[in-house]
T-cell receptor
Framework: GAVVSQHPSRVICKSGTSVKIECRSL??????MFWYRQFPKKSLMLMATSNEGSKATYEQGVEKDKFLINHASLTLSTLTVTSAHPEDSSFYIC??????????????FGPGTRLTVL | LAKTTQPISMDSYEGQEVNITCSHNNIATNDYITWYQQFPSQGPRFIIQ???TKVTNEVASLFIPADRKSSTLSLPRVSLSDTAVYYC????????????FGTGTRLTVIP
């Protein structure tokens, strides 16, 4: 149980285009999903927190107009990188927390999406 | 938000037990300690979570002293496939503030 998927796993795009990344919780309902970015040999950095049906909360320094997050249902959140530039090339990872509560809920992570902007 | 400190890297030979310690001096009363494993170009994978004393599952043990200001992940008899980065995170039991990834510990298992 507690499986999170991401699509696509890898994307290459031209500078100036927009890219959408999907994050799905496959076997549970996720009240909250998180988006992280990870550069090579570095740790994960939280970009934003999204709750179903409400606006995402962005971390300091993350441009909300550039990284559009939509959490339209309890199983799907999307991250759209708008007008992508080479410096946006990174590994994007989502995670989700289940809606069921419990004594030791934790984040379950997707496999990540490698974005390369040419 | 409690931050964590871990050794940057560790090496171990195959078959040995590996202990990775994490310091979290500012841990709050409601905070749990969670450890993740990450392979290159993959998302982190949950290993173990605990609140106090000792927790054991099929892959690891987690030791937490009474003051909870540190924790130790113990991997028994590591193999080459355990080479990865290990992160400890501290946050409440919902995971909602369990979000700060420190440097992690890069474990290299040597044949």
């Amino acid at each position: 149980g507690a499986v999170v998927s991401q699509h696509p796993s890898r994307v290459i795009c031209k500078s100036g285009t927009s890219v959408k990344i999907e994050c799905r919780s496959l076997d549970f309902q996720a009240t909250t999903m998180f988006w992280y970015r990870q550069f090579p040999k570095k740790s994960l950095m939280l970009m934003a927190t999204s709750n179903e049906g409400s606006k995402a909360t962005y971390e300091q320094g993350v441009e909300k107009d550039k990284f559009l997050i939509n959490h339209a249902s309890l199983t799907l959140s999307t991250l759209t990188v708008t007008s992508a530039h080479p410096e946006d090339s990174s590994f994007y990872i989502c995670s989700a927390i289940g809606a069921g509560g419990g004594s030791t809920d934790t984040q379950y992570f997707g496999p990540g999406t490698r974005l390369t902007v040419l | 938000l409690a931050k964590t400190t871990q050794p940057i890297s560790m090496d171990s030979y195959e078959g040995q037990e590996v202990n990775i310690t994490c310091s979290h001096n500012n841990i709050a009363t409601n905070d749990y300690i969670t450890w993740y494993q990450q392979f290159p170009s993959q998302g982190p994978r949950f290993i173990i979570q605990g609140y106090k004393t000792k927790v054991t599952n099929e892959v690891a043990s987690l030791f937490i002293p009474a003051d909870r200001k540190s924790s130790t992940l113990s991997l028994p008899r590591v193999s080459l496939s355990d080479t990865a980065v290990y992160y400890c995170l501290v946050g409440d039991q919902t995971g909602a503030n369990n979000l700060f990834f420190g440097t992690g510990t890069r474990l290299t298992v040597i044949p």
